[in-house]
């Protein structure tokens, strides 16, 4: 079946620095979606790419999904403390169920 | 207010008890969840139903059984088969058509086995 993987598994950065995660499938996607997940809480969504290639940007987060449509990467610019939690992507076909790639998880210190 | 919600927050269950975690969305979605979450682990499917009536089973189904009745309601039930149930479960809905399809969270339940 469809597997999604994510690297690194955890990232510790210096408040200020910048932080990047990627996330690969195993087969080609509909769209893959980003969301953050803060200490003790849940999922939230941040973001869905779908285009070949397609850049996204919101804020300090930049969102790339590669030509292939089977990369994707996330990046932080100038990383603050309320950046902190887990980034996940999602791999997803319509009509089909998410998969979820195991998270990055971002530590920040002041 | 529109939203996806999981009762009880904290569970606490018995060795070889069944226990029944709720999960009801008022989004309108086809589409409804159940995902496993292990301390510092991602998301592992459970169960996911794409209409009424209908459920497949994810990757790690075995120990765990669903209903969907209504269109609302994906409840979600740990049998004493499942061996390791304690765990932070949940929940979530989307729409199953094209273009934006988030996936909508519940605030989960954390369920331990005494």
């Known amino acids: 079946g469809q597997q999604v993987m994510q690297i690194p598994q955890y990232q510790h950065v210096q408040e200020g620095e910048d932080f990047t995660t990627y996330c690969n499938s195993s087969?080609?996607?509909?769209?893959i979606q980003w969301y953050k997940q803060r200490p003790g809480g849940h999922p939230v969504f941040l973001i869905q790419?779908?285009?070949?290639?397609e850049v996204k940007k919101q804020k300090r987060l930049t969102f790339q999904f590669g030509e292939a449509k089977k990369n994707s990467s996330l990046h932080i610019t100038a990383t603050q403390t309320t950046d902190v939690g887990t980034y996940f992507c999602?791999?997803?076909?319509?009509?089909?169920?998410?998969?979820f790639g195991p998270g990055t998880r971002l530590s920040v210190l002041p | 207010d529109g939203g996806i919600t999981q009762s009880p927050k904290y569970l606490f269950r018995k060795e070889g008890q069944n226990v029944t975690l709720s999960c009801e969305q008022n989004?309108?979605?086809?589409?409804m969840y159940w995902y496993r979450q292990d301390p510092g682990q991602g998301l592992r499917l459970i169960y996911y139903?794409?209409?009424?009536?209908?459920?497949q089973k994810g990757d790690i189904a075995e120990g765990y059984s669903v209903s969907r009745e209504k269109k609302e309601s994906f409840p979600l039930t740990v049998t004493s088969a499942q061996k390791n149930p304690t765990a932070f479960y949940l929940c979530?809905?989307?729409?199953?058509?094209?273009?934006?399809?988030?996936?909508?969270f519940g605030q989960g339940t954390r369920l331990t086995v005494v």
């Open positions: 790419l779908v285009k070949s290639g």
């Open positions: 989004l309108n979605h086809d589409a």
């Open positions: 979530a809905s989307s729409f199953t058509g094209t273009g934006v399809v988030e996936a909508f």
């Open positions: 999602a791999g997803h076909n319509y009509g089909q169920n998410f998969v």
């Open positions: 087969t080609t996607l509909s769209n």
């Open positions: 139903s794409q209409i009424v009536n209908d459920f």
